[in-house]
């Protein structure tokens, strides 16, 4: 058993290089519970247990009611740690170029899934943005309905994903500020639509087993108007809780990639 920083006991031995969970095959990993999470979850937001197995998401739902459903599973206690979708830099490059696959390693340490080439501007429909180099009548463009996708243009001081949905949220101009999930949907799902695929921006059921699980972290829903904040961890609201970006950006412990683990600290001892 591997545990997270935030459990409750010492973590397991696990390599300490970053890797794929696939044998000589290829095949995935086998069937692996996680539990103690908060799950980032419209739908199931009161879920402290998910069940990956072939490349997909399962099963979540209460701890008590994992161990005896899945309990032949490999388990894995994440107490506190948040699991979210992953971010898509939806323009990795400033100047439309394939992003360098060198890069993937970094990408995925980061809590990024896919990277898709083509500098920033419409694409697909989807207005893609730059947040930390530029700037952007983010609330208007989501008035009138715009789709928002974020990404880097490929400079190294807007690595950090999480420093997106800053730019949106809370650096722009106070009256183009839109709420941080309305920001996180953008530098994840939004990428997504931009590569054509159909993402719910949530964790659910039957979804491919793409995923990252964050360090332990206060967590907050917060009101894109800073003369409107709104502060709740009720899950009744059903409103997926994000971390509260105010004390910094949280440290993506594994990165997971249609069931394949891509990124990996679960061997730093102590962490």
Same mark, same amino acid.
């Given at each position: 058993?591997?545990?997270?920083?935030?459990?409750?006991?010492?973590?397991g031995?696990?390599p300490?290089? !970053?890797?794929?969970?696939? !044998?000589?095959?290829?095949?995935t990993a086998? &069937?692996?519970?996680?539990?103690?999470i908060v799950?980032y979850?419209a739908?199931?937001p009161?879920?402290s247990?998910?069940?990956?197995? !072939?490349?997909?998401?399962? /099963?979540?739902?209460?701890e008590?009611?994992?161990e005896?459903?899945?309990?032949?599973?490999e388990?894995v206690d994440?107490?506190?740690?948040?699991?979210t979708?992953?971010?898509v830099?939806?323009?990795?490059?400033a100047?439309?170029?394939a992003?360098?696959?060198?890069?993937?390693a970094?990408?995925?340490?980061?809590g990024?899934v896919?990277r898709?080439?083509?500098?920033?501007?419409?694409?697909?429909g989807v207005?893609?943005v730059?947040?930390?180099?530029e700037s952007a009548?983010?609330?208007?463009?989501?008035?009138?309905g715009?789709?928002?996708?974020f990404?880097s243009?490929?400079d190294?001081?807007?690595k950090?994903?999480w420093d997106w949905v800053r730019? &949106?949220a809370?650096?722009?101009?106070a009256?183009?500020r839109?709420?941080?999930?309305?920001a996180?949907?953008a530098?994840?799902?939004g990428?997504?639509?931009v590569?054509?695929?159909r993402?719910p921006?949530?964790?659910?059921?039957?979804l491919?087993?793409?995923?990252v699980? /964050?360090?332990? /972290?206060?967590?907050t829903?917060?009101?894109?108007?800073?003369?409107?904040e709104? /502060?709740?961890?009720d899950?009744r609201?059903r409103?997926?809780?994000?971390?509260?970006?105010?004390?910094?950006s949280?440290r993506?412990l594994?990165?997971v990639?249609?069931?394949?683990?891509?990124? !990996?600290?679960?061997?730093?001892?102590?962490?």
């Amino acid at each position: 058993m591997s545990v997270l920083p935030g459990g409750r006991e010492k973590l397991g031995h696990v390599p300490t290089n !970053d890797f794929t969970a696939t !044998d000589a095959h290829g095949a995935t990993a086998p &069937a692996t519970l996680y539990t103690g999470i908060v799950l980032y979850s419209a739908k199931d937001p009161e879920a402290s247990a998910m069940l990956v197995a !072939d490349g997909l998401i399962a /099963w979540t739902g209460p701890e008590d009611t994992a161990e005896m459903l899945h309990g032949d599973a490999e388990r894995v206690d994440a107490t506190g740690c948040l699991v979210t979708p992953g971010f898509v830099d939806a323009a990795a490059s400033a100047d439309g170029s394939a992003p360098a696959p060198s890069e993937e390693a970094r990408a995925a340490s980061l809590g990024i899934v896919l990277r898709l080439p083509g500098p920033t501007g419409t694409r697909e429909g989807v207005r893609v943005v730059a947040p930390v180099s530029e700037s952007a009548d983010y609330l208007d463009l989501l008035a009138d309905g715009t789709p928002l996708a974020f990404g880097s243009a490929g400079d190294p001081a807007a690595k950090d994903p999480w420093d997106w949905v800053r730019g &949106a949220a809370r650096t722009s101009p106070a009256a183009q500020r839109i709420s941080d999930r309305a920001a996180f949907l953008a530098a994840s799902r939004g990428g997504q639509r931009v590569a054509g695929h159909r993402h719910p921006g949530t964790l659910r059921t039957g979804l491919e087993a793409t995923f990252v699980v /964050w360090e332990p /972290w206060d967590l907050t829903v917060r009101s894109h108007a800073e003369r409107v904040e709104h /502060w709740s961890t009720d899950p009744r609201s059903r409103t997926p809780l994000l971390p509260d970006l105010d004390q910094g950006s949280p440290r993506a412990l594994r990165t997971v990639v249609d069931g394949r683990i891509v990124h !990996d600290r679960l061997a730093q001892d102590g962490a």
